[in-house]
């Protein structure tokens, strides 16, 4: 019988019952022996020791199960809003989804949200209902909540009896009941004219199987959403929800004998142990003690191949499309990274919305500080998106945060991988700096200003939102040294390099985007003849150095504003804490752009500082009897009024020519 493969994300709000789920679907498949408690920490994914303390999900865990002749590795995402990025990274390398749904909470802010990444990836997905056994669960509303507030067409597959009680069961819907049938074909003939005229030439009766078949094509196209419903405490519906993993949604498809395309969604590293990086294969075939490229620019053997399989991680010659694998040998990859084999290119790491937030984080004991550095270089390793920063002057470490738990996750970390006690200041936004006007630069070669062997000049000016910093180039070609940079293009390359790196620190500290930067003078000789005639001649570093000088010096004169993170918050309450909301939305500095009550819900569309939504998220609970959801979303940057805040640099400023000669030396 041929194997098939299907890698399969669980996602939910947080403390919805995704792992307690996970842990019964490999109870039914005969994993393990015993369903493991979030409550008590003994569950198989959550491995972290905050994870089992908290009985949250933090870090994406793969575990592997068996239903039939199908393979399904199972990827068990966070839940927790801070996490965002790590189930984006778990998302990029499914085949479907199981959205877990509480059927007492029900539809929550960050269910919306992960609904909404399924849909803009084109993710078929099923609803598991869960916690029919609870007291208060609500199956009915629950159902028609996913449908109106998460913007999908579902279709029931089974009935809950026994609701509220431990006794609770789940029957599934006869494909053959004709009330069953009338509700599927009103649904499905809308998207298929062949099911549409099989209905007309049966006289309203289609065979099951037509049904079937077409309810499973149209969950695969993720143009309807299959709801199954049970309970993952008591094991009710669990057999169902089995077989419509099985049976609707797709198993992994790629052309095993295409080029090497893989991507890696999960890096971990144990304290002195190697690195290991987690991928799923979308075409081709990895070996073993293959040779690959991967990210950028990197490039390394595999020197250690397994599968995640039932019951432990299994050694393999070889993984193909389709299929999950953990490799070590390549010991620079990242999170994100593309992998290829050595004829192929790479390519770019995944784009994840950049986390808004930082805090600076100190160890109990400062003889730590360089043990601390290196540990959060290594936890940057499985998680990029930390971008730990280092200030020398004040000898302060900073991390990029998406939210207050993150802190605690890092500080637990640090204590028990790494035995680092550490303490964090207040969380402070990530501002950016855009230039106001057009400014201009140059450095001659020899001039008493100028310690580099080059010329150069660099105009500054603004560009449209978003658009990060582009180069120009405006100058002689003769001018360029070829002998350095080969060609002109080569010569624009680097240079666009030089200049992104000296943007990362503008006049205020904060990094340079949404400008263009033209080079306006270039040269190497000079009047008295050749370089050989004049002094040294020139290297890639002055070239390098001169780039910072000469880009704060334009800068300076087109002036910059920096401008703060903010996001578009959607606020769903009860309608009688309008007020309380709208008063704490003003002192907020939020901008209201809609306020529509819907029964007994307001729903508010609102775009306000970063900072502030974090406050605002901690304060909804008291001004709204705990029954407020808040969704937000990155929605760019805008100017800060008052006195602009700064940033320390991590080194020294090229506007104060002294120091930083000082210090290149």
């Not at 068996?66 to 499914?94: C, K, M, Y």
């Not at 989804?97 to 509480?102: D, I, K, P, R």
């Not at 929800?241 to 893989?262: T, Y």
Request: charged letters at 20%.
């Amino acid at each position: 019988m041929l194997q098939r493969t299907l890698n399969l994300g669980i996602l939910a709000h947080v403390d919805a019952g995704k792992t307690t789920l996970t842990e019964r679907l490999l109870h039914a498949a005969g994993v393990i022996d015993e369903v493991g408690s979030v409550d008590d920490g003994t569950t198989q994914t959550d491995t972290l020791l905050l994870e089992r303390q908290r009985g949250i999900t933090i870090r994406s865990a793969v575990v592997s199960f068996a239903i039939g002749d199908l393979t399904v590795n199972l990827i068990d995402t966070p839940g927790h809003p801070d996490f965002i990025a790590e189930v984006e990274r778990a998302l990029s390398v499914l085949d479907g989804a199981v959205l877990v749904v509480s059927a007492v909470e029900g539809v929550q802010s960050q269910t919306r949200i992960l609904m909404r990444a399924l849909q803009r990836l084109v993710i078929p997905a099923l609803v598991f209902v869960n916690k029919t056994d609870r007291t208060g669960a609500d199956v009915e509303a629950t159902i028609q909540a996913v449908a109106e507030r998460l913007g999908v067409i579902t279709i029931p597959t089974s009935v809950a009896h026994g609701v509220g009680t431990r006794e609770t069961s789940t029957v599934p819907h006869r494909m053959d009941d004709v009330g069953y049938q009338a509700l599927l074909l009103e649904t499905l003939t809308v998207r298929s004219d062949q099911l549409l005229s099989a209905y007309v030439e049966g006289g309203a009766r289609v065979p099951a199987g037509s049904l079937h078949g077409e309810l499973a094509k149209q969950t695969r196209d993720a143009a309807v959403t299959p709801v199954f419903v049970g309970s993952a405490i008591t094991g009710a519906g669990i057999d169902l929800l089995m077989a419509g993993i099985a049976e609707l949604l797709p198993a992994s498809s790629g052309d095993p004998d295409g080029p090497l395309a893989a991507r890696v969604f999960k890096v971990e590293r144990a304290v002195g142990t190697p690195k290991l990086a987690y991928l799923r294969v979308f075409s081709g075939t990895l070996h073993a003690r293959d040779r690959v490229r991967f990210g950028q620019a990197g490039e390394g053997r595999v020197t250690a191949l397994s599968v995640v399989a039932p019951h432990e991680s299994a050694p393999r010659s070889m993984v193909s499309a389709g299929e999950v694998a953990k490799i070590g040998g390549l010991d620079t990859v990242r999170v994100g990274d593309l992998i290829s084999d050595v004829g192929g290119h790479a390519g770019d790491e995944a784009q994840f919305a950049p986390p808004m937030l930082e805090a600076i984080v100190a160890p109990a004991d400062a003889a730590d500080r360089s043990q601390l550095w290196i540990a959060l270089r290594e936890l940057e390793d499985q998680d990029p998106l930390i971008a730990v920063r280092r200030d020398e002057a004040r000898h302060a470490i900073s991390v990029s945060l998406y939210g207050e738990v993150q802190k605690e996750v890092v500080a637990a970390t640090l204590e028990s991988e790494y035995s680092l006690r550490v303490t964090f200041e207040e969380t402070t936004p990530i501002c950016i700096e855009r230039p106001l006007g057009t400014g201009e630069a140059v450095e001659y070669l020899n001039a008493t200003t100028n310690p580099f062997a080059a010329t150069l000049g660099l105009r500054v000016e603004p560009t449209t939102i978003d658009s990060g910093v582009s180069l120009r180039l405006d100058v002689a070609h003769d001018g360029v040294p070829l002998h350095l940079f080969r060609s002109v293009e080569g010569f624009a390359v680097a240079m666009h390099g030089y200049v992104n790196e000296a943007a990362q620190e503008g006049l205020f500290g904060w990094r340079v985007t949404d400008c263009a930067v033209t080079v306006t003078a270039c040269g190497y000789g000079g009047s008295d003849g050749p370089p050989s005639r004049r002094g040294p001649a020139p290297t890639f570093k002055d070239f390098q150095r001169l780039t910072a000088v000469v880009l704060m010096g334009a800068l300076e004169r087109a002036r910059s504003i920096v401008c703060q993170p903010i996001v578009r918050s959607r606020l769903e309450i009860p309608a009688g804490s309008t007020g309380a909301l709208t008063a704490a939305l003003s002192r907020a500095g939020a901008t209201v752009h809609t306020s529509i009550t819907l029964g007994r819900f307001t729903v508010i569309e609102a775009t306000l500082p970063v900072i502030h939504a974090n406050d605002l998220q901690r304060q909804l609970p008291r001004l709204t009897s705990g029954e407020g959801v808040l969704e937000s979303t990155p929605a760019g940057y805008t100017p800060v009024t008052g006195t602009p805040p700064t940033r320390p640099r991590t080194s020294a400023s090229p506007l104060n020519l002294k120091e930083y000669l000082a210090s290149l030396s």
